[in-house]
């Protein structure tokens, strides 16, 4: 996932864990009450870098470890330390296809998954980060990045018969001189572990615990295959649902105390960063022809088709299907955009439901940093999720065979 909006230079904030149920927050127009709050961990800042798909990862896999040990309040996973393993990959397979797998700053959910089975996660602090080599107070791409790309670039797409192998070993030095070497062995908590080690015996994850979703009718449904987005240069496989399953495993999850990593097109217009009456908050607004348009009337008043319906008016939004969806992710309008989790859920003053999302923008808007997304915007714009296999009902898991 590629994120293309940052913001920067925003504090880091400490939020209490566990549900909050009935709480009201107002934003303008809109007052949300939470109908359930499963814990996340504090709101992190990505900043001026692409790696929200490893902020969303790891905030997802901090929950899942909630999920297990309640008392761990104190988690926090090294986004470092994924960075550097996934770009190593990365580097390695676009040069072994000359260039024609992308490297980018994105990634997938699946590049944690990989990092966790292969070569483990560390916590926060062993690597240099918050405070990197370079001296940033928080990930700051711009410098570090291109000459990067464009030594990657020199080798995929030079005309050279043959690579010494060295290159790796320079590429390494570029990793390891921004985020400090990966560590072999650590102390954390007055023990010894290897990155590894911590998954297995500290964190007890098992990378086999954790599935892909989505829904396009391109594939069969209940069969795996790789979903076609530039990010997901592992060539990851997600299981296929109906639209209305995909949307019934993340209600029920939700409800039964799990959360799940959201990958989704942020660009639309309903995704509300900065301006308008409900900042962050994603709704799909149903529009209406206007009387008039094209009219001199039309031309004083700024009517204009397809005019919004103002969802302060408690007005619905577009009713999402399967062929809408489809037509989104064919055309480019559905695009991979951003990394999320989904932790809650949450009702307006109307009694429509919302799913209730962390991100990794720092600690902005008016709910510091957590979204609400309506459950048509999920519907529309929902590329896939990881999550728990063990979430998913029983009866689709059968389906599925997992």
Known sequence: MKKTIVWAALALAVLPLGAKKKQEVKNDSLIFTTIIENPVTSIKNQNNSGTCWSYSSLAFLESEVLKKHPDMKDIDLCESFLVSKTYTDRADRHVRTHGDASFSQGGSFYDAIYCMQHYGLIPEGIMPYPM??????LFNFSFFFPPMEAYLSAIAKGSQKKINPIWKSD????????????????????????????????????PADYVSLTSYTHEPFYSKFILEIQDNWRWASSYNLPLEELMRVMEEAVKNGWTFAWGADVSEEGFSRRTGKNKCVATVPDTKATAGVGSDQSRWTGEKAGAKISEADGAGEKVITQEMRQLAYDNWETTDDHGMQIYGMAKDQHGKEYFMMKNSWGENGPYKGFWYVSKPYAAYKTMNIVINKNAVPADIRAKLGI
Do not use: I, W
């Open 132 to 137: 990197t080599n370079y001296g940033d107070s």
């Open 171 to 206: 590429f390494q030095h570029m990793l390891d001189n921004y985020f400090g070497a990966c560590p072999t062995e650590f102390d954390y908590k007055g023990k010894r572990y290897t990155p590894k080690s911590f998954v297995k015996e500290y964190l007890t994850l098992d």
